[in-house]
């Protein structure tokens, strides 16, 4: 157990819909990553957030967004879904400082888009 | 920016046999972590390696950091099916800097 939480664990929805990912970063971790992964595809950034703020951008389409709110838990927006959508989406937190930039995954949500 | 690829994508072994997986970057990192992720499951950090040349052991898993700090293996001696997964290599260009991702390496082991 890594000590960060997403919910939901699954999620089925329909094409053009929206849906919200929330991730738990572990206590005291400031920073929140978000990733997806394909089918027996590698990890592709998303975006990450530190103390609320944006702090780094990967290829995060404009139909996803995300926010920090201030207890530090993040939300992942997806909206106008499409079928290519469908993959494992991870939340990871870390404690920004010396040496300890480890990422901390959560189980993941996993999408289903019909 | 910053590009971090791994090879080889997949690898069968038998079980018993030695794996390698290799990991090469574009720029100079600063330092490279190796994380693995069950079937099924998430990415767990494994390691980081910080120096040049860096060697770091655990159980039958060796990690390698190259001298000029843009490559890095991850050797498994005597494969188990444990140790069946994907494995990823992850590059920070800077410090403070973000995580590069390479594609990983998924390794089946064939009992």
């Known amino acids: 157990d890594s000590g960060v939480t997403q919910t939901p664990k699954h999620l089925i929805t329909a094409t053009g819909q929206r849906v919200t990912l929330r991730c738990s970063p572990r206590?005291?971790?400031?920073?929140v990553y978000w990733y997806q992964q394909s089918l027996d595809q590698g990890l592709q950034f998303l975006i990450q957030?530190?103390?609320?703020?944006?702090?780094a951008k990967g290829n995060i389409l404009e139909r996803f967004s995300a926010q920090q709110f201030p207890d530090l838990h993040s939300e992942l927006n997806l909206s106008s879904l499409e079928l290519g959508d469908s993959a494992l989406y991870f939340c990871?937190?870390?404690?920004?400082?010396?040496?300890?930039?480890?990422?901390?995954f959560g189980p993941g949500t996993r999408l289903t888009v019909l | 920016g910053q590009q971090v690829m791994q090879i080889p994508q997949y690898q069968h072994v038998q079980e018993g046999e030695d794996f390698t997986t290799y990991c090469n970057s574009s720029?100079?990192?600063?330092?490279i972590q190796w994380y693995k992720q069950r079937p099924g499951g998430h990415p767990v950090f494994l390691i980081q390696?910080?120096?040049?040349?860096e060697v770091k052991k655990q159980k039958r898993l060796t990690f390698q950091f190259g001298e000029a700090k843009k490559n890095s293996s991850l050797h498994i001696t005597a494969t188990q099916t444990t140790d069946v997964g994907t494995y990823f290599c992850?590059?920070?260009?800077?410090?403070?800097?973000?995580?590069?991702f390479g594609e990983g390496t998924q390794l089946t082991v064939n009992p």
């Open positions: 990871a937190s870390s404690r920004p400082g010396l040496g300890s930039d480890t990422q901390y």
């Open positions: 206590s005291g971790d400031l920073s």
């Open positions: 957030y530190y103390n609320g703020e944006e702090r």
């Open positions: 720029t100079t990192l600063s330092n």
């Open positions: 390696l910080v120096k040049s040349g």
């Open positions: 992850a590059g920070r260009e800077t410090s403070g800097s973000r995580l590069t």
